[in-house]
Antibody, heavy 114, light 107 residues
Framework: QVQLKESGPGLVQPSQTLSLTCTVS????????VSWIRQPPGKGLEWMGV???????DYNSAIKSRLSISRDTSKSQVFLKMNSLQTEDTAMYFC????????WGQGVMVTVSS | DIQMTQSPSSMSASLGDRVTITCRAS??????LSWFQQKPGKSPRRMIY???NLAAGVPSRFSGSRSGSDYSLTISSLESEDMAIYYC?????????FGGGTKLELK
């Protein structure tokens, strides 16, 4: 069955870079895209970006200058990197399958604090 | 960016009630509208896609409809397991944008 699982550090210092991994199973990254979505505590959902099955990417313009999404198809992993973190980047970060968002990971909580 | 205005932001209803939640798009999004359900501490779950299509495994009491730029999620007969926050999402134009959410509580 299709599964996605996010992993990464729970705490990041302000101005530092966040690195998260989404490990997928039950699907191929060469025929599926993966999106990243985040949710600050007690708030709504924000779409961050997507990596397509051909490796191309699209990003939310609000964070595009700080965000990079990449992948390693051999390891079935998708990576998110976001630099210059601030406290407002504190959120639960989710990865989900493609544009249809029919499968989601459990999410990983990231706190930006010194 | 396309703004998705969701209403109401919260509501309380009784078991068996018919409940409707609405999203209004600031631009034409065609049928590129999905609805998600999120329970506390859980990941969102896709309920409706393409404005009116029921996602796999979703109970038939859920339905989606469209009237112009207004999109609605309706629960025909509310059950206790439906208490959650519901979000709409437009996916026709980047950045994809979610509505602000509707918290559905039991009266």
């Amino acid at each position: 069955q299709v599964q996605l699982k996010e992993s990464g550090p729970g705490l990041v210092q302000p101005s530092q870079t966040l690195s998260l991994t989404c490990t997928v199973s039950g699907l191929s990254l060469t025929s599926n895209s993966v999106s990243w979505i985040r949710q600050p505590p007690g708030k709504g959902l924000e779409w961050m970006g997507v990596i397509w099955s051909n490796g191309g990417t699209d990003y939310n313009s609000a964070i595009k200058s700080r965000l990079s999404i990449s992948r390693d198809t051999s390891k079935s992993q998708v990576f998110l990197k976001m630099n210059s973190l601030q406290t407002e980047d504190t959120a639960m970060y989710f990865c989900a399958r493609g544009v249809i968002l029919d499968y989601w990971g459990q999410g990983v909580m990231v706190t930006v604090s010194s | 960016d396309i703004q998705m205005t969701q209403s109401p932001s919260s509501m309380s209803a009784s078991l068996g009630d018919r409940v409707t939640i609405t999203c209004r798009a600031s631009q034409d999004i065609g049928n590129y509208l999905s609805w998600f359900q999120q329970k506390p501490g859980k990941s969102p779950r896709r309920m409706i896609y393409g404005a009116t299509n029921l996602a796999a495994g979703v109970p038939s009491r859920f339905s989606g409809s469209r009237s112009g730029s207004d999109y609605s999620l309706t629960i025909s007969s509310l059950e206790s397991e439906d208490m959650a926050i519901y979000y709409c999402l437009q996916s026709i134009q980047y950045p994809w944008t979610f509505g602000g959410g509707t918290k559905l509580e039991l009266k």
